[in-house]
Nanobody, 127 residues
């Protein structure tokens, strides 16, 4: 049973945009800190963006600053990652994760510390 369902991944040309979504079921997102991660083939999963549960603090990996924006809609129990000006090096499987402790952000926790994970969505940036 999936608690955190992702969507929005696609094939897009360089310079294009995508918005990834993660919809939570069976838990209320507003009490969780959120992390977005990505994993490219042959590479470790890395933190891309995060948002705290307390004061909305956000943080971004240097490689995506100014291009990606994290947000949440508590009424829809959904978090988003808006990705603009996509580059081929952004190609990866993207994952959202929820952290009940609220310690995520501005730093990402070790992967095992997250309580819920999305199933992953493929983003491919290619011409």
């Amino acid at each position: 049973q999936l608690h955190f369902v992702e969507s929005g991944g696609a094939l897009v040309q360089p310079g294009g945009s995508l918005r990834l979504s993660c919809a939570a079921s069976e838990f209320t997102l507003d009490s969780y800190a959120i992390g977005w991660f990505r994993q490219a083939p042959g590479k470790e999963r890395e933190g891309v963006s995060c948002m705290s549960s307390s004061d909305g603090t956000t943080n971004y990996a240097d490689s995506v600053k100014g291009r990606f924006t994290i947000s949440r809609d508590n009424a829809k129990n959904t978090v988003y990652l808006q990705m603009n000006n996509l580059k081929p090096e952004d190609t990866a499987v993207y994952y959202c994760a929820a952290d009940r402790s609220g310690l995520t952000c501005p730093k990402w926790l070790p992967l095992y510390e997250y309580d819920y994970w999305g199933q992953g969505t493929q983003v491919t940036v290619s011409s």
